[in-house]
């Protein structure tokens, strides 16, 4: 239900952690974008408390590229978010649609966004282009504090077993060497990747996946995007490459990096994205050298299918723990899925399948894949799991476009400590 003064329009997204419903605002006869996080999506009132502050930090913030704050209210528990409603498309969506006037006006205004974000001592740690909104004039606003932290607090946004969430694909290299805290920096390396993404269609480590993907970026160079697209300016090369700079004492900010992309002329057509996109927002600590899997051959399949697996509450940072502690074993295993019904017509569907493993609270490893519902298995992954930690979410995110019908189920294989599997009935798509 949504709080008083407000009638619901649509849906327009659900997730692991709640859904954000286009709503009416009745008293101001204004569109509203409302972010509801239910009571048994929270770890607590804790959680509901970080939430809080993060909406009065995140309501300070004025600036016309930062999708604006406007309400918080608790009902029951629940948690609700009233932001502006901004219609466009994300920039994830506009790849290879966009000139490269377009492509710098747009990154402009989110590197404005995040100056004025750093200003404010708030970190948006989430930096990436579905969190970018163009509207129809060009200009662009960046939207989804959801994970941001104020610098000041450092309590604020961290879920109540230490997890520090991130995109693999943008996740900075101290980070992933757990050399420091997500800054200005890591954000400044995350914007350098999407603006990388943008420009040349795709992800600078677009070759590995999960925790082999942190690791590429503290491993290993990104390719020169001059080597990627015929004619790219030099100069728009090496400025790409200093904000993807390792060390983020010579990494350029957001501000200096489009500074130095709009000195490069004659630029050629941008291209179309190319792999698969970016997976969702990840709870991971710092990898470990992890050897890469290889990827199995989809089957093929007369409709684009998208997955990305997501790794929920794995690993913490934090101090070690001596003493003592029982092998992990695990109690039980749960699947939802979003929408609730299994329910998604044409042309294009989302669903998420959400498992939730109960453990001993021991520490050691789980081993996990899942088989889709077209019947394609994931590579398995590994999962850190530290003493005292009694749950792991993990979840499957199926995009789903085409004409013809799709019918299965989503089967979670626990593969260690122990064998099991669980399935939960899956999806109907049809048009």
Request: glycine content about 10%; overall charge neutral.
């Amino acid at each position: 239900m949504l709080p008083k003064g407000y009638e619901q329009v649509r849906v327009l997204g659900v997730g692991g952690f709640g859904e954000v419903v286009l709503a009416r605002q009745v008293g101001l006869d204004r569109l509203v974008a409302v972010k509801r996080l239910r009571a048994r999506d929270l770890a607590g009132p804790d959680e509901v408390a970080r939430f809080h502050r993060e909406a009065q930090v995140l309501a300070a913030l004025k600036h016309p590229a930062i999708v604006r704050v406007y309400d918080f209210r608790r009902e029951g528990g629940d948690a609700t978010l009233v932001m502006e409603y901004v219609e466009g498309a994300s920039l994830a969506d506009l790849i290879g649609e966009l000139t490269p006037a377009r492509a710098l006006r747009a990154l402009d205004d989110v590197a404005e966004a995040l100056h004025t974000a750093h200003e404010h001592h708030v970190i948006h740690r989430d930096v990436k282009p579905d969190n970018v909104f163009v509207l129809r004039d060009g200009h662009a606003k960046l939207g989804d504090f959801g994970l941001a932290r104020a610098v000041a607090d450092p309590s604020v946004f961290r879920t109540t077993d230490g997890d520090i969430r991130c995109t693999p694909a943008y996740f900075a290299p101290e980070l992933g060497q757990q050399l420091g805290e997500p800054d200005a920096r890591s954000d400044a390396y995350a914007f350098a990747v999407m603006a990388y993404e943008v420009l040349t269609g795709r992800l600078p480590y677009d070759d590995v996946g999960g925790l082999a993907l942190i690791a590429a970026h503290w491993t290993r160079e990104p390719p020169d995007p001059a080597d990627l697209v015929p004619g790219f300016p030099p100069e728009a090369s090496a400025a790409l490459l200093a904000g993807l700079a390792k060390d983020p004492s010579v990494r350029l900010s957001p501000r200096q990096l489009v500074a130095r992309l709009r000195t490069a002329t004659a630029w050629p057509e941008l291209p179309r994205r190319t792999g698969g996109r970016a997976p969702r927002t990840q709870a991971l600590a710092p990898p470990v050298p992890v050897p890469t899997l290889p990827r199995r051959a989809a089957r093929r399949w007369p409709l684009v299918l998208t997955a990305a697996l997501v790794l929920g509450g794995a690993i913490a940072y934090g101090t070690t723990r001596t003493g003592a502690h029982p092998a992990l074993t695990v109690s039980d295993v749960r699947l939802t899925a979003e929408p609730a019904n299994g329910v998604g017509h044409c042309p294009r569907a989302r669903f998420l399948f959400l498992g939730v493993v109960a453990t001993n609270g021991g520490a050691g490893s789980l081993r996990l894949q899942w088989t889709r519902p077209d019947g394609v298995l994931t590579a398995p992954e590994s999962i850190k799991v530290g003493a005292g930690q009694r749950s792991v979410r993990v979840s499957l995110d199926l995009v789903v476009t085409g004409q013809r019908p799709v019918n299965g189920a989503a089967v979670l294989h626990l593969l260690a400590p122990d064998v099991r599997d669980t399935t939960l009935e899956g999806i109907h798509y049809s048009c």
